[in-house]
């Protein structure tokens, strides 16, 4: 148990994107389910927040902060499932204390 585990009063489903291959040179793109149930902890982050170093993607707008534990298995482009609410992972990294992984994320606008 981590010494922030009491903090982490969300419970979210993390999805990974998977290229399968169509049979005719081409491939269709899944979305398959790594972890359900992980706790984390969402944080909004200042308005206006950019970050133009983000994984190659020019201008990253940065809605939330995801803390999760660090054995978490999540990656650049996964989506953290939060309700209904979804968030693309634009950035991890481990802070110097091993407890845990900050995800940055946008939120996906659906509808």
Do not use: C
Not at 19 to 37: E, L
Not at 80 to 107: C, H, K, M, Q, W
Request: charged share 25%.
């Amino acid at each position: 148990m981590s010494r922030i585990s009491h903090l982490l009063n969300r419970k979210v489903t993390i999805e990974r994107e998977t290229n399968t291959p169509d049979g005719q040179g081409g491939f269709t793109i899944t979305r398959t389910t790594i972890a359900t149930n992980i706790p984390g902890r969402r944080v909004p982050v200042r308005a206006g927040t950019l970050r133009r170093d983000i994984a190659g993607i020019e201008d990253a707008q940065v809605t939330h902060n995801w803390f999760v534990e660090s054995n978490t298995n999540i990656k650049v482009r996964d989506r953290i499932i939060d309700g209904n609410i979804e968030y693309e992972v634009l950035f991890t990294s481990s802070p110097s204390i091993d407890d845990f992984i900050n995800a940055e994320t946008r939120e996906i606008q659906r509808g």
